[in-house]
């Protein structure tokens, strides 16, 4: 970040940016990439790039850009979200769901009657605890809304933990999604930055948007130093974050509480069902032991990442131990 040679990216570009955006956009097999400074501003971008006010999207239940954005895809990109149920897996929706709102929309419509535009689908998905789309299905997912004649839209924040889980390249994680964003401070370790990445057309037009939110930034090679990093040096060891999740869950369980398998990098924790504590109560005492969580819906949510090796795993399931005792 200290010896990287930078340019002014809101004019005639940024060096370190253009060769982070060609990388990822490769890596992802898209034509072009837009660097963003947070995953917020890449989904509502890629929206507003996708929608007309009044258009409808569609979204798995507790979608980032459902729940987690202050509702900006609706009064910033004009969207009218309609939610998708978890109906294959904890936030994946079938193939089915997106047919039958097809098939409902495509009966004898009228012309005051909402049109969908988008599908926005999450891998991996974050309130669903980290579980990922299987490769295969989002291609299908994808092709039913084509069918549809709508686009799809991927929030990959974590797209680098589905691929890592299912042993895949991104690009083919990506499952046939017109445009993707992914997040290189998530895992990784980057301060800041994502990136959008699309066709090139579509990245034009994405590029005035972020203009418009304020998110054109000048000397931005230097926190693109730092995503180069990450897709070096950290990307080839992120498999790691999953099998020390599931150390975590292991040891998680054997304090009593429930903590299911995970299947990327993220570990959802609750009391057992009998118990009269909460899991704010338990976030509460987590965190005052000094180990960062949060509390998500009825569960806490601890994510391994590549600041959390061994010796700090260990570390954390002492801390949680001592500060569990007096759940049990
Ligand atoms: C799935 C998902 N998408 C998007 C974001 C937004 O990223 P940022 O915090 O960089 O705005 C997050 C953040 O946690 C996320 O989990």
Known sequence: MASVRVGDDVIDRDPAVQELES????????????????????????????????????????AHVLSHELGTAGWIAGGIP???????????????????????????????DLVTRLVC????????????????LAHELSDA??????????????????????????????????SVSVCFSKG?????????????????????????LGGGLRQSGVLAAAALVALDEELPRIDWDRRRASLLAKALREMGLRAPEPAT???LASPGPDSRWSASD?????????VGCLTMG???????????????????????????ERFS
């Open 121 to 136: 689908l999450e891998n991996t998905h974050n309130h669903a605890g980290g579980y990922f789309i299987d490769w295969r």
């Open 265 to 267: 990098n993220i570990v």
């Open 188 to 212: 990784l370790g980057a301060p800041v930055g994502s990136l959008l990445c699309a066709s090139r057309g579509f990245i034009d037009r994405a590029r005035r948007w972020r203009k418009a």
């Open 282 to 290: 338990l976030t509460q005492a987590w965190q005052d032991a000094g």
């Open 23 to 62: 990388r990822t956009a490769n890596l992802l097999g898209q034509e072009a990439g837009l660097f963003m400074p947070s995953g917020s501003m890449s989904n509502l971008v890629a929206l507003m790039t996708h929608l007309r006010p009044g258009d409808r999207f569609l979204a798995p239940r507790h």
């Open 298 to 324: 009825t569960a806490v949510r601890l994510v391994t990442h590549r600041d959390i090796d061994d010796r700090a795993l260990a570390q954390a399931i002492g801390l949680l131990a001592q500060a569990t």
């Open 145 to 178: 809304a084509h069918q549809a004649g709508w686009a799809v839209h991927l929030d990959g924040a974590r797209l680098w933990h589905a691929a890592a889980a299912q042993s895949i390249d991104p690009a083919q994680a990506v499952g046939g999604a017109d």
């Open 82 to 112: 309609l939610e998708l149920p978890w109906s294959h897996a904890p936030g994946v929706p079938s193939v089915a769901d997106i047919a039958a709102v097809a098939a409902e929309e495509a009966d004898q419509p009228a012309y005051y």
